[in-house]
């Protein structure tokens, strides 16, 4: 009796490596500024239960839109749906006027570009009411 075997050439199966991924919650110190006082704002990264496969650049920026004279008129009149998430240039002091903004947290994935017109995937993680006033 003989014992015949063949072995079909099969590519090893890697699995693609699982990398932990993590989102970005801006904490500011207070929801009430000073008008033209120095922002102390911090980056608290939580880690997110799905993981990812691969890694990837990620830019955290913030925003102010107002200011709004009161709450109700800027809910309004406020809409984050309809705009194209992108970040202010670096340096911009904060808000110097009273009133009431939207402080917008937004995240660019994608690896950083100079160029203006370039195409960076972007979402906005939060908008929150911050009340300014004057000193």
Avoid at 62 to 89: I, N
Wanted: aromatic share 8%.
């Amino acid at each position: 009796m003989a014992l015949l075997t063949a072995c079909a050439g099969l590519e090893p199966v890697h699995a693609s490596p699982k990398v932990p991924s993590y989102s970005y919650q801006l904490e500011p110190a207070s929801e009430v500024l000073m008008a033209g006082e120095a922002l102390h704002f911090e980056w608290a990264p939580r880690v997110d239960p799905n993981f990812a496969t691969a890694s990837a650049d990620v830019t955290l920026c913030f925003a102010f839109y107002g200011p709004w004279p009161d709450v109700a008129t800027l809910k309004r009149e406020s809409t984050s749906a309809d705009r194209q998430p992108t970040c202010p240039p670096a340096g911009l002091p904060g808000p110097t006027r009273p009133g009431f903004y939207t402080l917008r947290q937004i995240s660019l994935f994608g690896p950083v570009t100079i160029d203006p017109n370039s195409t960076r995937s972007g979402a906005l993680t939060s908008d929150r009411v911050v009340e300014v006033r004057a000193r």
